[in-house]
C-alpha cells in the first residue's frame, strides 16, 4: 500500500465512524437536529433556528423540551415547548402570570406577551422593531394598537419614551373551546387553573403566550410522550 493512500483509508475510516455514531444517536434519540418550525417560543427560537435535542440530559423545569404530539392535521410529530410543570406542582396563571406552587414564575422569563402601545408611536414601533405581516401593531378603538412585544422591547420603548401597558387576551377574545373541552372549566388563556400536574405528566407553555397551541390548548405532556431536552437553548 502506497503513502499516499494511507491518509485517505484512515479518513474514511474516521469519517465512517462519525456517521455511524450519528446515525446511532439519531436513532436512540441521544442527539437529534431540530429546525424550529413556528413562531411559538419566540423570542428564544425564532422560525428557522437550529437546535439539538437529547433524552440522555434529565428535564428540569423552564427546559424546553421536545415530545411527541399527535393530531389529524399532521399525525405523529414532534413540538418542543418550555416545560413550567413537574408532576406534583400545582399551576395556575392569574391576569396573564404565570404561578408554580403559589410562586410568580414570569419573572425570570424574556416572554412575548401583548402590550397596548397609543396611536402616535405605531410608525415608530413597527419601524424600530421592522415588524410586518402578522407582527404588525393592530389598532383597537380606544386610540391604541395591541402588539406583540418581548421584555427587552418593552424595556426599549420605556427608554424611548413610547408608553406601552400589558394587554389581556380575555378582553378582546372568548374562552377558547379547547380549554373547555379538555379541562371542563370555563378558564382563559389569561386565568386558567388551578390544577395539580399528576405523576407522568407534564405542564408546557410557549414563550409566545398568545401564538402558542401548549397544554392550555393541547392537554399535558405524558412521560412516555418525551422525546428530549433542548440543548443550549435557556
Not at 399532521?74 to 410562586?103: E, F, S, T
Request: hydrophobic content about 40%; some cysteine; proline content about 6%.
Amino acid at each position: 500500500m502506497s503513502k499516499k493512500k494511507k491518509p485517505l483509508i484512515v479518513l474514511a475510516v474516521i469519517g465512517g465512524i462519525i456517521i455511524s455514531l450519528l446515525v446511532a444517536a439519531r436513532i436512540t434519540g441521544a442527539l437529534i437536529y431540530f429546525k424550529t418550525p413556528s413562531s411559538a417560543n419566540l423570542p428564544a427560537l425564532k422560525v428557522g433556528d437550529e437546535f439539538f435535542s437529547s433524552n440522555l440530559v434529565s428535564s428540569e423545569r423552564f427546559d424546553f423540551i421536545t415530545f411527541y404530539y399527535t393530531d389529524s392535521m399532521q399525525g405523529k410529530h414532534v413540538r418542543v415547548y418550555r416545560l413550567c410543570g413537574m408532576p406534583g406542582d400545582k399551576i395556575a396563571i392569574k391576569a396573564g402570570n404565570l404561578y408554580v406552587n403559589d410562586k410568580s414564575a414570569d419573572t425570570s422569563l424574556n416572554l412575548r406577551l401583548m402590550y397596548l402601545i397609543p396611536d402616535a408611536g405605531i410608525m415608530t414601533v413597527t419601524e424600530h422593531f421592522n415588524l410586518s405581516g402578522d407582527d404588525e401593531p393592530i389598532r383597537i378603538d380606544s386610540g391604541k394598537a395591541i402588539v406583540f412585544l418581548s421584555k427587552e422591547q418593552t424595556k426599549e420603548l420605556t427608554a424611548m419614551k413610547i408608553p406601552c401597558e400589558r394587554y389581556l387576551h380575555g378582553k378582546t377574545q372568548p374562552p377558547p373551546p379547547e380549554i373547555e373541552a379538555i379541562y371542563h372549566q370555563p378558564w382563559t388563556l389569561d386565568d386558567f387553573g388551578p390544577i395539580q400536574v399528576p405523576k407522568d405528566h407534564y405542564f408546557v407553555l410557549g414563550d409566545n403566550r398568545y401564538n402558542a397551541a401548549d397544554s392550555r390548548l393541547i392537554g399535558l405532556i405524558k412521560k412516555s410522550d418525551l422525546h428530549g431536552v433542548v440543548l443550549g437553548v435557556k
